[in-house]
Structure formats: structure tokens, C-alpha cells
């Protein structure tokens, strides 16, 4: 049973990767067909750091661009967990107030690094307890958290992932997948995943990789089964976001970069996987 000839899907994309500049976000993705943006920094700053005034300028500028904001991309959970709990539970109520002015219903996080020779299955609870902390604060604000499988992270593999999800058990904590991340610590995205996490996927980070060097890449050049992917989401009935983070010139702890003219090629090669597959973008 497959879904229409044709879908729609909301593209976005991570603003930051293309400049510092939020006016030149903007404009980039608006010239790639995108109508919304993914927020994790504006003016070199992040997201929970930015203070009101820049805050109410940013929205400013999306409004009379008539630009929406997919999610906030947040850096909550890139953190050590023996860091206390209070410690990101600030910072996330930070990231809702910084939804709540720019209208986006979304806020990534990622659930915790741990130390080196630390056993990942010794942090368990105390991931538990701070990802349930986390979703009590959304659900207060009206937000929805979208846990990203990170490597390095508690939540980087499909069971590890679910185990957070089903535990937590909120209406407040969804799945982002992104199939880049999960290559790059030895998952076959698609055959290891999709179906384990597929009832909780809410949204879609476009970003690839190749198992052989880990190496980021444009979106279906890759292993990260993209054109699969798209075409199981299109056959379920999904409708969201997609939301194109590149990392095409380089990364680091809190993001990535690409710049316009690899964000413009990344754009294309997406372009052409959900072409294949019937999914339009809007």
C-alpha cells in the first residue's frame, strides 16, 4: 500500500551552515526553495546565548522575509552527564523562550557524552533522568524536543534511542533522524532503524555518509539508504519537515559549516532524491 503519486513535504534548512549572518540564511535558502529555517546560531552566537534584543531582531527579519522557523537547534544534551540535572534544564527552558518568540513548535537535543573508558550502559539512569526533566520542561512550554542520534551520545544507535523514547514516555519527546550520524557509528540506517523508530519520527535531518571513512556527504551519495528512507516516509503518510545540515566544509563539537555554494549543492542532491521518489518540497 503506497501513500499518492505525489507528496509534500516542508523544506528547511540549518541557517548557521551557510554564514553568520542571518540576512544571508535567509536569502540562500528562500533561492533554494525553502520557506523555513532551522536556528542553532545567528550573528556567530548560539541559540540559548542570543539575548532578547537579539532575539526579537532575528524575528524580526524572518517576518518581513516571510520565513518560518522549523526548529530551534538547540545544543541541550552536548554535555557530560555528570553535569547536573538543573544544568540543561535551564538552558532548555532558554531554547523555549527563544521557540517561543521565533514561533517554532521544535527544539532538537541529543542525550548526553559520558567519559572516556566510562561503559555507556553504566549512565543509563542518569540519561533517563535528565532526558524526563528535559520533557517535563517541554511539556510546560508547549514545545516538542527531537532527540538527534549524535555519535559519542548515550541515544546513538537505534535501541539506545528507542530505550530513551519508550522510557521517557512523553507526548513532548519525538525522534529526529538523521541518517549521517547513525552511519558514522556502524548502523545501517534504514535495515538497523527505521522500523524500531518509525513510530516516533517527527522529523528529518538531510545529511549522508559513507561507511568506508565516516566521511559527510551529499545527500544519496552515501550509505546513509536516503532514497529508502524517503520512500518508506512518503508510503507512511509522513508530512514534515526536512531539513537540510550539510556539513559539507567541515564540523565541530557544537555544529558544522558548509557555506552557500555547498549548501546550494547539498540542496540539489536532495532535490533529486525526493524527485525519485515522488516527494515534492515546499
Excluded at 558514522?184 to 549522508?208: C, I, N, S, T, W
Amino acid at each position: 500500500m503506497t501513500g499518492p503519486a505525489t507528496v509534500q513535504w516542508t523544506l528547511s534548512g540549518f541557517g548557521d551552515e551557510i554564514d553568520d549572518d542571518p540576512v544571508l540564511q535567509i536569502a540562500v535558502l528562500q533561492a533554494l526553495g525553502a520557506n523555513h529555517i532551522e536556528v542553532r546560531s545567528a550573528w556567530g552566537t548560539n541559540i540559548v546565548d542570543l539575548t532578547s534584543e537579539q532575539l526579537t531582531e532575528l524575528k524580526k527579519l524572518l517576518d518581513t522575509a516571510g520565513m518560518g522557523v522549523s526548529a530551534i537547534a538547540s545544543p541541550i544534551g552536548k554535555v557530560d552527564v555528570t553535569l547536573p540535572v538543573e544544568h540543561e534544564v535551564e538552558r532548555l527552558r532558554r531554547a523555549a523562550n527563544a521557540a517561543q518568540v521565533l514561533g517554532a513548535r521544535y527544539i532538537r537535543i541529543f542525550s548526553f557524552y559520558y567519559g572516556e573508558g566510562v561503559a555507556v550502559d553504566s549512565i543509563r539512569d542518569d540519561v533517563i533522568e535528565r532526558m524526563r526533566a528535559l520533557a517535563e520542561v517541554a511539556e510546560q512550554s508547549g514545545v516538542v524536543l527531537l532527540h538527534e542520534n549524535e555519535k559519542d551520545i548515550f541515544g546513538d544507535t537505534p535501541d539506545r534511542v528507542l530505550d530513551i523514547i519508550a522510557s521517557v514516555n512523553s507526548p513532548a519527546l519525538k525522534v529526529a533522524w538523521d541518517p549521517a550520524n547513525f552511519v558514522q557509528v556502524g548502523v545501517k540506517p534504514f535495515d538497523e532503524g527505521y522500523a524500531k523508530l518509525r513510530p516516533h519520527l517527527e522529523y528529518l535531518q538531510v545529511k549522508d555518509a559513507r561507511f568506508a571513512d565516516g566521511v559527510v556527504v551529499p545527500a544519496g551519495e552515501g550509505d546513509g539508504d536516503l532514497l529508502r528512507t524517503v520512500e518508506a516516509l512518503k508510503a507512511d503518510g509522513f508530512v514534515g519537515f526536512a531539513s537540510l545540515e550539510p556539513h559539507l566544509a567541515g564540523a565541530h563539537g557544537l555544529g558544522g559549516f558548509s557555506g552557500p555554494t555547498a549548501f546550494g549543492m547539498a540542496a540539489r542532491a536532495f532535490a533529486e532524491v525526493v524527485n525519485e521518489a515522488g516527494v515534492e518540497t515546499k
